[in-house]
Nanobody
Framework: QVQLVESGGGLVQAGGSLRLSCAAS????????MGWYRQAPGKQRELVAT???????NYADSVKGRFTISTDSTKSTVNLQMNSLKPEDTAVYYCNAHTIRTLAIPYDYWGQGTQVTVSS
């Protein structure tokens, strides 16, 4: 099992910055990738950024050049540096950990979510 604790959300003006952090605990050895997803009211949950245990990153087109995802040396903490924030970035942001269970079965864990609000 994996537990995810998110922090760093809040209210910021357009053009400002926020840094989200997600700390994983439990079966850390099973984590193969971590990432951030977001969901705005009335919209589907969407991928923001992911990073694999091998260091490969993937970003949504809407955040490329503005957001940066990174992990610590143990790959148990994932951060999302968000710069040049726009009102359309307003959403609940969820931390994700993609793991491999016994018998090579993949499984995704999710954090509780943290609110990011960008005012114009």
């Amino acid at each position: 099992q994996v537990q995810l604790v998110e922090s760093g959300g809040g209210l910021v003006q357009a053009g400002g910055s926020l840094r989200l952090s997600c700390a994983a605990s439990g079966s850390i050895f099973s984590i193969r990738a971590m990432g951030w997803y977001r969901q705005a009211p009335g919209k589907q949950r969407e991928l923001v950024a992911t990073i694999t245990s091998g260091g490969n990153t993937n970003y949504a087109d809407s955040v490329k050049g503005r957001f940066t995802i990174s992990t610590d040396s143990t790959k148990s903490t994932v951060n999302l540096q968000m710069n040049s924030l726009k009102p359309e970035d307003t959403a609940v942001y969820y931390c994700n950990a993609h793991t491999i269970r016994t018998l090579a079965i993949p499984y995704d864990y999710w954090g509780q979510g943290t609110q990011v609000t960008v005012s114009s």
